[in-house]
């Protein structure tokens, strides 16, 4: 069974860190580029975060120098360590997999496999 879960959501205030995880299920693991989501209510979905299967990463404008994204092998998990947090990084965040689609930011949202989401509120 394919199971994305993410953790390490929660509050905190401008300027602040979190660091998002994604345990990820092995066959949606192998073989996958993984990456980051973000949806706000009555916004687009965005992607935030991209890393392809050879290591090679990719991030929004909106994030880039802020956010870092990063797997651990041996555990099946996806990271997203998120520095100098801004109330407009406010955000359910997805992790998401896919082994087919292009590897490209902005088809995150419609990769195969995805999570339930992690809170992320930052306060002005």
């Known amino acids: 069974q394919v199971q994305l879960v993410e953790s390490g959501g929660g509050s905190v205030q401008s300027g602040g860190s979190l660091r998002l995880s994604c345990a990820v299920s092995?066959?949606?693991?192998?073989?996958?580029?993984m990456g980051w989501f973000r949806q706000v209510p009555g916004k687009e979905r965005e992607g935030v975060a991209l890393i392809d299967t050879d290591g090679s990463t990719s991030y929004a404008d909106s994030v880039k120098g802020r956010f870092t994204i990063s797997q651990d092998n041996a555990k099946n998990t996806l990271y997203l360590q998120m520095n100098s947090l801004k109330p407009e990084d406010t955000a359910m965040y997805y992790c998401a997999a896919d082994r087919f689609r292009p590897r490209v930011l902005w088809l995150l949202p419609l990769f195969d496999y995805r999570g339930q989401g992690t809170q992320v509120t930052v306060s002005s």
């Open positions: 092995k066959y949606a693991y192998s073989s996958s580029c």
